[in-house]
């Protein structure tokens, strides 16, 4: 979802992957369906439910392919290249594309919430609310971890403003960390594979015995997936790179995958207005609401991006 789409040039061919987006495009769809269950009654948050599992293995899917395309790229391979002078220019780079959006949902979701008739409620000294919320309760730390977009790396749960934005955490800590599996990969594989397979038994652990929130919205729950995916895009990369999208299947899908990442920020701003068990015309209006919307932010964020210097992507100039 975001930001790093396939769009993302290997390193020295300059060929656009369009299978990890063919992932992705199904994917969201999955992902803005269980929203809409969940914020209409008709599916509960509880994760012994099925259907519940199929929105964590979309997200499952996105982080492998985030990690995917992170693991197509030539560096921090080799011994020197992990340094801070490289560290904080690829910081830099991962917080304005994945922030700049990040703050624009929370501003037009917390608008269409109010328009959708929530109420908020201020304190200084209230405690934090998790989950979504009616009226929304804003705290000096509620609005903190908002501001920060740090909710599940803190809580491991979410909540505040725009409680669904805690994937955008999550894409940033892993990325983040990106450069140090990269290089532990890069001097011995064991190591990596050894991560791995603690972070998934812990995992379960928690899942099975404490709480299965904190496997789901903790960044690093997520890190077997995002460090297979690296593993993968590592490969094809020493193997000669992506070959090029050469149908006009291939290439319907790139384009339809530039706009997951804005599907994934504003989808909310519409379905806040969904009312409880909602009937099924509802459900193909806010659908059609979320494509314009999707659409409209798609370009703006092209627009700001430009404005703000903010590389861009090939082939996901507005068209």
């Known amino acids: 979802m975001e930001t790093h789409s396939s769009f993302e040039t290997h390193k020295k061919t300059g060929i656009m992957d369009w299978r990890p987006e063919a992932i992705r495009v199904p994917s969201i769809f999955v992902i803005v369906a269980g929203h809409m269950l969940f914020f209409t009654g008709y599916l509960l948050n509880d994760a012994r439910n099925p259907l519940v599992w199929c929105g964590g293995l979309a997200i499952g899917a996105f ?3 985030s ?5 197509l790229k030539d560096e921090f391979n080799r011994s020197g290249t992990l340094n801070r ?8 780079s991962r917080f304005l594309r994945l922030y700049i959006g990040y703050y624009l949902a929370v501003i037009v979701v917390f608008i269409a919430k109010l328009m959708a008739g929530f109420s908020v409620e201020f304190s200084t000294t209230g405690e934090l609310v998790y989950g ?3 009226p ?20 491991a749960n979410l909540g505040g403003i725009w409680p669904e934005g805690w994937f955008v955490c999550a894409i940033l800590i892993l990325s983040l960390a990106y450069p140090i ?28 015995f404490i709480n299965a929130n904190y496997a789901y919205y903790f960044p690093f729950a997520w890190t077997a997936e995002f460090c297979l995916g690296m593993i993968i895009g590592n490969k094809v990369c020493r193997s000669g790179g992506p070959t090029p999208p050469s149908t006009p299947y291939q ?6 995958a530039a706009r997951v990442w804005p599907i994934y920020l504003f989808h909310m701003a519409a379905i806040v207005f969904m009312p409880e068990f909602a009937p099924i015309k509802d459900f193909f209006l806010t659908i059609l609401v979320v494509v314009i919307l999707t659409e409209i932010f798609y370009r703006i964020l092209g627009i700001i991006n430009r404005k703000l ?3 861009q992507k090939l082939g996901v100039k507005p068209m």
């Open 181 to 208: 599996f990269r290089r532990i990969y890069s001097i011995n594989k064991n190591y990596l594979y050894a991560i791995m397979v603690i972070i998934i038994i812990v995992r379960l652990v928690v899942i099975v």
């Open 85 to 92: 002078s490289n560290y904080i220019k690829y910081f830099k």
């Open 132 to 134: 979504v919320s009616n």
């Open 309 to 311: 210097g903010v590389k």
């Open 63 to 65: 982080m492998a392919c």
């Open 67 to 71: 990690g995917y395309v992170h693991g």
């Open 251 to 256: 290439r319907l899908i790139i384009s339809a």
């Open 136 to 155: 929304i309760y804003i705290t000096p730390a509620s609005l903190l971890l908002d501001i920060t977009c740090m909710w599940p790396l803190f809580t």
